[in-house]
């Protein structure tokens, strides 16, 4: 695993000659030994039409490449810091949550109206997410940002996971998921803020859900 985690909030990654890694840019903290950072125009190796999705959902995070032989400290806004393990399967999530991750991963852009039609449409619309989101594909390791820490959640066929929209951070293996209405006490005492929705999450897999409500 290239991340060595310090603390909740800042991981280390150790650069080897030959293989790349992609970071947010300005998640540089510290950096030891001979290793060079590199502004990447096409968001990692999802290549031009990956760029583009995310640039017509106006989603396009800067990305760094990062080079060399040495060791990394990463961590941005004083966010907390989840290191999710992919082995072969394929993650998906908002690309500002990306802190840093393998450049072994395949990565791309998905129209989350293809998961649910029109309910994804309107998943984008009322929570704040965007309509396109970053997938990560392969054996490699991602560092996410969430806020106030994150638990893992398993999806089993059968028993779906429901999910505060605005508390969702990633999920990965084969989910499907679509946005439902719910009722709940917190609209009935005035907080209209979403909690109105639910994304509910259903097939093989496991949600990241961050203990907050809070957009990063």
């Given at each position: 695993m290239p991340f060595r985690e310090i603390n909740s909030k800042m991981v280390e990654a150790t650069v080897v000659p030959g293989q790349k890694m992609f970071s947010q840019r300005g998640a540089m903290l510290a950096y030891r030994g001979?290793?060079?950072f590199t502004p990447n125009v096409q968001g990692g190796q999802g290549g031009l039409m990956s760029m583009i999705g995310r640039r017509v959902a106006n989603e396009a995070t800067p990305l760094m490449t990062v080079e060399g032989s040495g060791t990394v400290m990463f961590g941005h806004g004083g966010?907390?810091?989840q290191v999710i393990n992919l082995a072969g399967d394929t993650?998906?999530?908002e690309a500002d949550r990306l802190l840093a991750f393998d450049g072994t991963l395949q990565q791309g852009t998905m129209f989350m109206g293809a998961q649910g039609g029109v309910m994804g449409m309107v998943r984008g619309q009322v929570t704040g997410q965007g309509l396109f989101t970053t997938t990560l594909k392969g054996?490699?390791?991602v560092a996410v940002m969430a806020h106030g820490g994150v638990i893992e959640?398993?999806?089993?066929p059968g028993r779906e996971v429901h999910v505060d929209p605005q508390a969702y951070v990633a999920h990965h293996g084969d989910v499907r998921n679509k946005l439902s209405t719910a009722l709940g006490w917190r609209d009935m005492?005035?907080?209209g803020s979403?909690?109105?929705f639910q994304l509910e999450l259903s097939g093989s897999g496991?949600?990241?859900v961050q203990a907050s409500e809070e957009k990063l």
């Open positions: 001979d290793v060079s966010h907390h810091i993650l998906y999530v054996h490699g390791a959640l398993p999806i089993t005492v005035g907080r979403g909690e109105a496991a949600v990241y």
